[in-house]
């Protein structure tokens, strides 16, 4: 019997699973598609048949029935008889109006991440990225077209932060250093929870219009000073009380993560907080799966980019002189990290 037609071993072992990674951008692209077709909008209004959404949403009958079946199948949408409804989930995350919509970042992901990641071999051949984020004139157009989508994932964590901080307990005014800024999301909520506590917002000069812009949302602009420049040159000025790095460091990679840390410590009081937040991975880098999945994102789309453990980021704080390493629950992908510079 030749090697072509052999008949493959026995096993209780099934592909199944293996086979369902094949498809694992298919739920992604549908959740972007019935969000750009506003198919969770109109049904939040009414459940509709699927000839009723298609009129109000102006897309095709059999375009609709396949995404439609399909995140019913997924347990995004319900149906009784021939109408269409929203599940809690759906209603809560992916109503464009609602304050917990999270759709922004699929948009995100199909229209900036999967275009990088279909090049995934070569990078892998290479250790680099066709493209980096890292350098600002590449890196502004990138952030400037995303930050805003993605400020539901950080704002829950945001404020979970803010009360624990409780800034406004204390006496006199209170400075916070927002690094990286983006959509200005954590000096947001610091401000928000805290009346004494007046912002400083860093990023590329290219990102900054975007953070102005929330910041204007927020009616917090009188609070809110802007400096434009790079982490790695730019100074930060000092006299701050709090300083946050809200998803900043895997980017970073870790070297310059260790010295952003130390020119951090400079720039914060004694008594001061750093606030960090990323995508924790444990010790041995066995999981968990989310955060490893961004870590080969941080592959894809940065020079020396990783995710990191608590004890590496730990030890990093330390170094640069802070004490007290610790955690803290919040909302998201992993807890945030807190230190003190005494």
Do not use: C
């Not at 199909?110 to 004139?137: F, M, Y």
């Amino acid at each position: 019997m030749s090697a072509t037609t052999a008949t493959p071993p026995r096993t209780n072992v099934s592909p199944e699973r293996i086979l369902q990674f094949a498809w694992g951008y298919a739920p992604t692209l549908a959740i972007e598609a019935a969000i750009h077709h506003r198919v969770f909008d109109v049904l939040n209004d009414t459940p509709r048949t699927l000839a009723e959404t298609a009129a109000a949403t102006g897309a095709s009958e059999r375009g609709l029935r396949a995404i439609m079946n399909l995140l019913t199948g997924l347990g995004l949408l319900a149906r009784e008889g021939t109408r269409y409804a929203l599940t809690p989930e759906s209603a809560a995350f992916l109503v464009s109006t609602k304050p917990g919509f999270q759709g922004g970042f699929f948009k995100h992901t199909s229209q900036q991440l999967l275009p990088k990641w279909l090049k995934l071999n070569e990078i892998v051949a290479t250790g680099h990225p066709a493209r980096s984020v890292n350098t600002e004139g590449d890196g502004s157009a990138f952030f400037q077209r995303f930050v805003h989508d993605i400020f539901p994932l950080s704002y829950p964590a945001a404020t979970t932060l803010a009360k624990h901080l409780a800034l406004g307990d204390r006496q006199g005014s209170i400075r916070a250093l927002d690094l990286a800024a983006g959509s200005g999301v954590w000096g947001i909520a610091l401000a928000e929870q805290a009346p004494n506590v007046t912002v400083t917002a860093f990023d590329w000069e290219g990102v900054l219009p975007a953070t102005v812009n929330m910041v204007e949302r927020f009616g917090l602009s009188p609070r809110f000073e802007f400096i434009a420049g790079d982490l790695n040159i730019t100074p930060f000025g000092g006299d701050y009380d709090v300083v946050t790095l809200g998803h900043i460091l895997h980017s970073e990679g870790a070297a310059q993560s260790r010295e952003l840390l130390k020119k951090t410590f400079a720039a914060l009081n004694p008594g001061g907080t750093v606030a960090i937040a990323e995508f924790l991975v444990n010790q041995d880098r066995t999981g968990p799966p989310g955060s490893l999945i961004f870590a080969a994102n941080m592959l894809v789309n940065t020079d020396d980019g990783d995710t990191f453990s608590f004890e590496e980021i730990s030890q990093w704080l330390t170094a640069a002189g802070f004490t007290k390493p610790r955690t803290l629950e919040a909302p998201g992908p992993s807890p945030l990290i807190l230190a003190t510079k005494v």
